[in-house]
């Protein structure tokens, strides 16, 4: 398996080392071998599965268990706990998974496993004595390493084949595009059920041998303090958490000034955000792109090559274009589907012929689904969702193009937009706000703000406020969960009032 291989490397050459800092202990290289020695004989021991669940914080546990179930040549399966109970049950069994490898606090938080499942926790194994010395199961480099499903945006989580060369690359990839070495510690706070925080801040440290600093919770004045302990060279983070910082009172830029890289993905980064952290701390963050089949990082806007609003230029042999609705690759300037191929791009969907040649072209290119534009230099613009996008009288509107307007506004701390069905346009834009606390809802002064800012048909029919807006995991709102009978707060309030 290549990507492991420098990985097993690293723990014969550099077993004194520190590997991993988490919210419970230092982990030196030994401990992790000595660990995963263990654990792959507990696997051995309890399944003949090739399919192994994992269900585990941000912590030095989860690589322990990564290099335990590629020791014996099996597969992982990241389960993303914070899914709801009927969701991680389909996981579960779409990956016909009978063990998964966990710890007593998070089946006490998130719920029992389904029956008949067999149970490895970690807390509850004695590491003591010598373990039997095991060497890594060779393997083809298009067997699959990882099997990560998608969040679920459109119908039941999917399956997400990833091989041992996809991995491999991506890390490489990465590696090549920013220049990490050893002396780079990375913080991470990104769940490593999400690809993100599996192959950036669990692979890309155990390959390259850099420090990894992890968390479980992101708690703004945690990670400042981490900052101030570690010093960390990068964060990887998602816009809400970046917004966060910005309002943490106790923030001051000394706190963040050892970053290289500071890098926003998972959903567009606010403008709003982007001048805040500018003006307090004086850096520049920079957004990256890439999606769970993309291994994940397909681009990445470097410090250097900065461009306000830009996901950056495609990774080292990664290429991409731009196609129209009638299937042709348009030029700079155009909008249409972003197409990616690369050594990076997943095998396929688990069980899923159908739906992988859907998204997987004779070329080899993966189609994903999002709308962009390529400006002269080849710096990629991530526009909306291709799914997303609203048609009012007869024109195209990204969602994302309001909201930014939106988010802008001093009262909104988030916003997100829909189409309402309208009799004369078709499609009208509705909006939902989250306000910034002890802010005042006023439907008309926003829209006022918008007027000023859009185009007539872009300003939005209705504003309504709501507490907080759908969610997943990562932090990417949801907008499929929002619809025209969403209520407002006030409407809340009102249908409560009635039935008491």
Not at 182 to 201: E, R
Request: with cysteine.
């Amino acid at each position: 398996m290549r990507v492991f291989s420098p990985i097993y490397r690293r723990l014969i050459l550099s077993p004194l080392s520190i590997w991993v800092v988490d919210d419970q202990k230092t982990w030196k290289g030994y401990e992790l071998l000595v660990g995963a020695l263990h654990l792959a004989g507990q696997i051995r021991r309890t399944t003949d599965q090739r399919h192994i669940g994992v269900m585990l914080p941000t912590s030095g546990l989860f690589p322990m268990a990564l290099i335990a179930t590629w020791l014996l040549g099996r597969t992982i399966v990241p389960i993303n706990y914070l899914l709801k109970k009927d969701d991680r049950e389909y996981v579960i069994n779409d990956a016909e998974i009978d063990t998964v490898i966990t710890v007593t606090p998070m089946i006490d938080m998130f719920g029992e496993l389904p029956e008949g499942i067999n149970e490895i926790r970690l807390d509850k194994m004695k590491f003591k004595g010598i373990p039997p010395i095991m060497f890594p199961k060779k393997t083809p480099d298009d067997f699959v390493a990882v099997l990560l499903y998608t969040s679920g945006t459109s119908g039941k989580p999917k399956g997400v084949m990833l091989t041992s060369e996809n991995l491999r690359a991506n890390v490489e990839q990465c590696v090549e595009w920013a220049n990490f070495t050893k002396k780079d510690v990375l913080l991470g706070v990104l769940p490593q059920f999400h690809s993100f925080g599996l192959t950036v801040l669990t692979l890309l440290p155990l390959i390259t041998g850099c420090k990894a600093v992890y968390t479980a919770r992101f708690v703004p004045k945690k990670i400042l303090e981490l900052m101030k302990q570690h010093r960390p060279t990068a964060f990887i983070g998602i816009p809400s958490m970046y917004n966060a910082l910005l309002s943490a009172k106790s923030a001051r830029a000394d706190d963040l000034k050892s970053l290289k890289y500071i890098v926003s993905g998972g959903e567009p980064l606010p403008q709003a955000v982007f001048d805040g952290f500018k003006e307090k701390f004086g850096i520049t963050i920079n957004e990256g792109y890439g999606l769970t089949e993309t291994g994940p990082v397909s681009n990445w806007c470097r410090p250097q090559d900065h461009k306000p609003g830009s996901v950056g230029q495609p990774l080292p042999r990664v290429e991409e274009k731009i196609v129209d609705a009638e299937g042709n690759e348009v030029g700079p300037g155009e909008d249409g589907e972003v197409y990616i191929k690369g050594p990076n791009v997943m095998k396929g969907y688990y069980k899923l012929e159908d739906e992988t040649d859907k998204v997987l072209d004779k070329d080899g290119f993966f189609r994903t689904g999002d709308m962009g534009r390529f400006d002269e230099d080849g710096h990629l613009y991530i526009t909306g969702r291709y799914k997303e996008m609203l048609i009012i009288g007869g024109e195209n509107v990204f969602p994302r193009e309001i909201e930014e307007v939106l988010n802008a506004h001093p009262s909104v701390y988030s916003s997100a937009v829909i189409g309402m069905q309208d009799s004369s346009r078709g499609e009208v834009a509705l909006a939902f706000v989250e306000l910034e606390e002890d802010a005042e809802f006023d439907a008309g002064k926003l829209r006022a703000h918008c007027r000023d800012r859009l185009a007539g048909y872009k300003v939005p029919r209705e504003i309504r406020v709501v507490k907080e807006l759908p969610r997943n995991p990562t932090g990417k709102i949801m907008r499929r969960e929002l619809s025209e009978e969403t209520p407002s707060e006030a409407e809340k309030d009102a249908a409560g009032s009635s039935r008491s």
